[in-house]
């Protein structure tokens, strides 16, 4: 199993809405990473989990919470979001944090706030 | 700062019509240029690591160089379905982060 799972594939949400995004993986990964991309640009980095621990935060705001409960899922819960907010948000996973690892990309949550 | 540069924005091709596309970077210390492929709503698809000047790899109609400076995607005799956005992407000395240059759009026509 090469796969990164994501689902919703699409989710449309208010702004007052609380929403989450899962993510899993079956590879055996112990780095996982949640991407955000906007329409014609190139992913983001928002944040990183290295063996369950969140290990990098990209200054995100608040209103994004990341939460890893096991090796194999990640989610990103959402809350207050605003409409600026909407786009592809990415999981992705790699065998660890280290720089030279390639990482596996899911096929994303192609999200809208309204 | 890594720094990525892709060029050209945008390619349109015939099919068979051979090309290359390019990626500049800029990187303290290379531990990994990668190459992916992605299509419309999708998530980036990994195609090859390169680690070091010189090296090479294949897939299918894809080949990709480095340099110490750039690396290039060939695609020799492409068709409609390798249409899609190419990005590259660095990973440099102790910086966790993969830096993504903004894509090369290619679409091949029949």
């Known amino acids: 199993d090469t796969e990164v799972t994501q689902t919703p594939k699409h989710l449309v949400m208010g702004m007052t809405n609380k929403k989450s995004l899962k993510c899993e993986q079956h590879?055996?990964?112990?780095?996982m990473y949640w991407y955000k991309q906007k329409a014609k640009k190139p992913p983001e980095l928002m944040f990183v989990?290295?063996?369950?621990?969140?290990?990098i935060n990209e200054s995100v705001p608040s209103r994004f919470s990341p939460e890893c409960p096991n090796s194999s899922l990640l989610n990103l819960h959402l809350h207050a979001l605003q409409p600026e907010d909407s786009a592809l948000y990415l999981c992705?996973?790699?065998?660890?944090?280290?720089?030279?690892?390639?990482?596996?990309f899911g096929s994303g949550t192609q999200l809208s706030v309204l | 700062e890594d720094q990525v540069t892709q060029s050209p924005e945008a390619l349109r091709l015939q099919e068979g019509e051979s090309s290359s596309l390019n990626c500049s970077y800029t990187v303290s210390g290379l531990r990994g240029l990668f190459w992916y492929r992605q299509d419309p709503g999708k998530g980036p698809e990994f195609l090859f690591t390169?680690?070091?000047a010189g090296e090479e790899k294949e897939k299918e109609r894809l080949k990709a160089t480095l340099t110490k400076k750039e690396s290039f995607l060939h695609i020799t005799a492409p068709k409609p379905e390798d249409s899609a956005t190419y990005l590259c992407?660095?990973?440099?000395?102790?910086?966790?982060?993969?830096?993504f240059g903004k894509g090369t759009l290619l679409t091949v026509n029949p």
């Open positions: 989990y290295s063996y369950e621990k969140l290990s």
């Open positions: 590879m055996g990964h112990r780095a």
């Open positions: 390169l680690y070091s």
């Open positions: 992705a996973s790699s065998l660890r944090q280290s720089t030279n690892e390639k990482l596996f």
């Open positions: 992407a660095v990973r440099g000395g102790s910086n966790y982060k993969l830096t």
